[in-house]
């Protein structure tokens, strides 16, 4: 059975490969452990420099990555010269060898190769190589491992291997891909940009203060790339409650309405829904799209409060309402850009 490559296999063999260009015929590139590096060196006119994997770990936390995510490893390697032993071999080749290897990783830190790259032809349709179209860089940067580390790696080689000088480089970052990819994301449908008061307001001949819109909604695409949005505004609602605006509320248990601002062009349909966590009995519970007709462009105007419904409102339920462009029935507009979220808790 020939098991299927992966991009660690690939990082590391691309690793190989792209020492073994920057290195004569003298010289040959394996990547295995030491004690089979030093074997092919015994039977051979030419020196050996070996990459030895001896430590992989993860490369941090990265909080926005999930199961369906690419897993990224640094790979710790020791790179090891045992000369021929065959013919005349220079005294000091493992210092020439391993001075040129340090100067290629010097000059070039990163290396040019592409992952997970173009799969081969005759690969198998799971080969990840097929579905993944991003491209990684792979970076060398030398470490320092203590004395007792090294000693430790080379005591448990085992056989008659001695310690030999090495130079250790970390590679990173190394992508394992998942066995299913998260879904690509799709654009960015709408924004909001809100528009705060000035610390001195102005103040207008009646003595009121004068605030401009809260809220101004920017469509930006739709479903598809390309497609135009399928409305070209958003709906801006706030809490009408004590006299002030807020995002947030807490009515009491049993409340049937509870007032909000809903601002927009002026003439237009909004769809409010209520979707609720119930305390008692769990899961969630959505009531029907409420329609309303706005009547103001402003949110502080008193023509844009309405009385949204709601329904069986019990102690320690909490709902969420969402406010989206309507058609001419009242039901929400598929795919139209999403207003601001109000949240609503239901106290004693």
């Known amino acids: 059975m020939v098991l299927q490559v992966s991009s660690l296999s690939i990082a590391l063999q691309g690793f190989a490969d792209y020492l073994d260009t920057q290195f004569d015929e003298d010289v040959i590139i394996t990547l295995d452990?030491?004690?089979?590096?030093?074997?092919a060196a015994k039977a051979s006119d030419k020196s050996v420099l070996n990459i030895f994997v001896y430590r992989l770990s993860p490369s941090g936390f990265h909080a926005e990555a999930g199961f369906q995510d690419a897993l990224f490893l640094r790979a710790h390697v020791l790179l090891t010269c045992f000369p021929a032993t065959q013919g005349d071999p220079d005294p000091d080749t493992d210092l020439r060898v391993l001075g040129r290897a340090i100067a290629v990783l010097h000059s070039v830190p990163t290396i040019p190769l592409a992952l997970p790259g173009a799969a081969p032809g005759g690969a198998p349709a799971d080969d990840f190589r097929r579905s993944n179209p991003v491209i990684y860089r792979m970076e060398a940067v030398m470490q320092a491992p203590t004395m007792e580390e090294m000693n430790h790696i080379w005591t448990t080689q085992g056989g008659e291997l001695a310690y030999r000088l090495s130079v250790a480089y970390e590679l990173a970052v190394i992508p394992i891909e998942p066995l299913s990819q998260r879904p690509p994301t799709g654009p960015v449908l709408s924004a909001i940009i809100d528009v705060q008061p000035s610390s001195v307001p102005a103040l207008a001949a009646d003595g009121t203060v004068a605030f401009g819109a809260e809220a101004t909604g920017i469509p930006l695409a739709g479903a598809n790339p390309g497609d135009p949005p399928p409305a070209n505004w958003m709906p801006v609602q706030l809490f009408a409650i004590a006299g002030g605006l807020s995002s947030q509320a807490a009515?009491?248990?049993?409340?049937?309405?509870?007032?909000?601002?809903?601002?927009?062009?002026?003439?237009?349909?909004?769809?409010?829904?209520?979707?609720?966590?119930r305390a008692l009995g769990g899961g969630a519970d959505q009531q029907a799209p409420q329609a309303f007709v706005i009547a103001a462009q402003r949110v502080d105007d008193a023509a844009a409060r309405v009385q949204l419904a709601l329904t069986n409102a019990a102690i320690g339920d909490t709902a969420v309402i969402t406010a989206t462009p309507a058609r001419g029935n009242g039901t929400p507009l598929p795919g139209a850009p999403a207003g601001n979220v109000l949240t609503l808790t239901v106290g004693a």
């Open 33 to 39: 452990a030491p004690q089979k590096a030093a074997e």
């Open 251 to 277: 009515v009491a248990a049993g409340t049937a309405t509870v007032s909000v601002a809903l601002s927009g062009p002026l003439g237009q349909r909004a769809a409010l829904v209520v979707t609720w966590s």
